[in-house]
T-cell receptor, first 113, second 114 residues
Framework: EPEVTQTPSHQVTQMGQEVILRCVPI?????FYWYRQILGQKVEFLVS????????KSEIFDDQFSVERPDGSNFTLKIRSTKLEDSAMYFC???????????FGPGTRLTVL | DQQVKQNSPSLSVQEGRISILNCDYT??????FLWYKKYPAEGPTFLIS?????DKNEDGRFTVFLNKSAKHLSLHIVPSQPGDSAVYFC?????????????FGKGTRLSVIA
């Protein structure tokens, strides 16, 4: 069964450093998303991406964040200068259409020291 | 601002009995609702969804009920099995307005006791 994959599973970084989280969405899906879950809190939407551009973003997704689809398979989230409060699980998701269910990857645990 | 609320942080049910997980929402623009299951160290796994044009959707042991007037939905699992033990998230989106990000509740941890 096709699935969304994410790498790395765990990333530890120093405050102020740049990190890139990688995702491979399901191959025939057209819509891509990033969510995050801070420990003990709910899953929060960050950004959605379609046709090589951002279609929606939340207040969390400020200028420190960017997304890219550098080739036909990868979808990346970059945090330019990490802060302690960026520590969270980051989930990538994809869907075939906007009205379909979104399928989630296993997540990347980001720890900012 | 909790647009999607799951007021029970945890629920324990005997194996074989029915599990009922509840979810309330406040945004009347929401028209598509989903339930996800999450095991530790894994991403949310889609379980079942319902559109606002329906009031019930069934898939095997899982049934979701939607009461639009009360802005309430529930997930019924029957019979409950130990493998159902996980955190269950209710999520909603406003697809009719073209806004598709999912808004999640905080989750309910279900423990099915053998």
């Amino acid at each position: 069964e096709p699935e969304v994959t994410q790498t790395p599973s765990h990333q530890v970084t120093q405050m102020g450093q740049e990190v890139i989280l990688r995702c491979v969405p399901i191959s025939n899906h057209l819509y891509f998303y990033w969510y995050r879950q801070i420990l003990g809190q709910k899953v929060e939407f960050l950004v959605s991406f379609y046709n090589n551009e951002i279609s929606e973003k939340s207040e969390i997704f400020d200028d420190q964040f960017s997304v890219e689809r550098p080739d036909g398979s990868n979808f990346t989230l970059k945090i330019r200068s990490t802060k302690l409060e960026d520590s969270a699980m980051y989930f990538c998701a994809s869907s075939q259409h906007t009205y379909n269910e979104q399928f989630f990857g296993p997540g990347t645990r980001l720890t900012v020291l | 601002d909790q647009q999607v609320k799951q007021n029970s942080p945890s629920l324990s049910v005997q194996e074989g009995r029915i599990s009922i997980l509840n979810c309330d929402y406040t945004n009347s623009m929401f028209d598509y609702f989903l339930w996800y299951k999450k095991y530790p160290a894994e991403g949310p796994t889609f379980l079942i969804s319902i559109s606002s044009i329906k009031d019930k959707n069934e898939d095997g042991r899982f049934t979701v009920f939607l009461n639009k007037s009360a802005k309430h939905l529930s997930l019924h699992i029957v019979p409950s099995q130990p493998g159902d033990s996980a955190v269950y998230f209710c999520a909603a989106s406003a697809q009719g307005s073209g806004n598709t990000p999912l808004v999640f509740g905080k989750g309910t941890r279900l423990s099915v006791i053998a």
